[in-house]
């Protein structure tokens, strides 16, 4: 899971190293999550990264009813996740990551909630890892990991500080 995580803060370093302009801007979260997923692609030969991936194979993704995360995309907050690493043809979802701007005050808990869910093991399409980013214009404010549908409190204090090491993240 680290190796996974440190081609994560490649990307993001990488990102930040050309991308400077989207936060100068003011840019949308939906380009900069885009632009994020351009730096992700470089790091996971062999995967597929896309942005807001509906689909597992021929299936939809959707969450079982009762959920707190809704599959409904009219108000723009749906359980596709912002960037996913996987493979398209077959169920192997690796990677998902749930990017924030700084400057959205809302709350984090739908984010977390999709996290949750979309790693969650008892769902079919479940990812291994989920990773949730808030950016400023020069790093990383919070970051949390998810595995098996829950906060990995120790992963999470491990990437952070990875993070830190790296000049991208702020001490917690």
């Not at 995580?5 to 936060?23: C, H, M, P, T, W």
């Not at 885009?34 to 692609?41: D, I, M, S």
Request: charged share 25%; proline share 3%.
């Amino acid at each position: 899971m680290q190796t996974e995580l440190n081609k994560v803060i490649a990307a993001l370093r990488d990102f930040y190293a050309q991308e400077g302009f989207l936060f100068e801007k003011d840019i949308g979260e939906r380009a900069i999550t885009h632009r994020f997923a351009v730096y992700l692609e470089r790091q996971f030969s062999g995967w597929s990264v896309d942005c807001n991936y509906d689909r597992l194979g021929e299936r939809t993704l959707h969450l079982p009813h009762g959920t707190i995360i809704s599959t409904d995309d009219h108000l723009g907050k749906s359980i596709y996740p912002d960037v996913v690493v996987h493979q398209r043809e077959i169920p192997n979802n690796l990677l998902t990551v749930e990017i924030r701007k700084a400057s959205n005050h809302t709350s984090l808990e739908h984010d977390q909630h999709k996290l949750m869910a979309l790693t969650d093991p008892h769902v079919w399409f479940a990812y291994w890892i989920g990773v949730l980013l808030v950016l400023d214009r020069h790093n990383v404010t919070i970051s949390e990991v998810y595995v098996s549908g829950v906060l990995d409190q120790p992963m999470s204090l491990w990437f952070a500080e990875r993070l830190k090491e790296s000049g991208l993240g702020v001490a917690h």
